[in-house]
């Protein structure tokens, strides 16, 4: 039983691992995304390839992106949850970070005392 928890628990610091990687590879994307009046960005959206104007998706990115660089004011019009999302993508960052180093403690001890 011991084994299989252990292994479990590898698998899930994998996961978080790849989990951390993404989030702040898009963070550091977004960061160097941002163009101060640029409207001719690369884009894969279907809604903007389509013609429309306005993405709600697009426009977190660009807010997120906006806020990266200092630009809070700007990043409320491209999208008003820029902030919220900003937030919530760093506490998440937060907690694998502290997952991770409470795992790795655990495992540490565990090793010492077999």
């Known amino acids: 039983m011991k084994e299989a928890l252990k292994n479990f628990l ?48 697009c426009g977190l990115g660009k807010s997120i992106s906006a806020i990266l660089n200092g630009q809070i004011l700007q990043s409320f019009n491209y999208h008003y949850l820029g902030v919220p999302a900003i937030i919530i993508i760093l506490i998440r960052i937060k907690s694998l970070i502290s997952f991770k180093a409470n795992l790795r403690k655990n495992n540490l001890k565990g090793e010492n005392h077999e």
């Open 10 to 57: 590898i698998g899930i610091s994998k996961y978080f691992s790849f989990e951390l990687s993404i989030w702040i590879g898009s963070l550091i994307f977004l960061f160097f995304s941002y163009h101060i009046n640029s409207t001719d960005h690369f884009t894969i959206c279907p809604l903007s390839i389509s013609g429309i104007k306005y993405c709600p998706g």
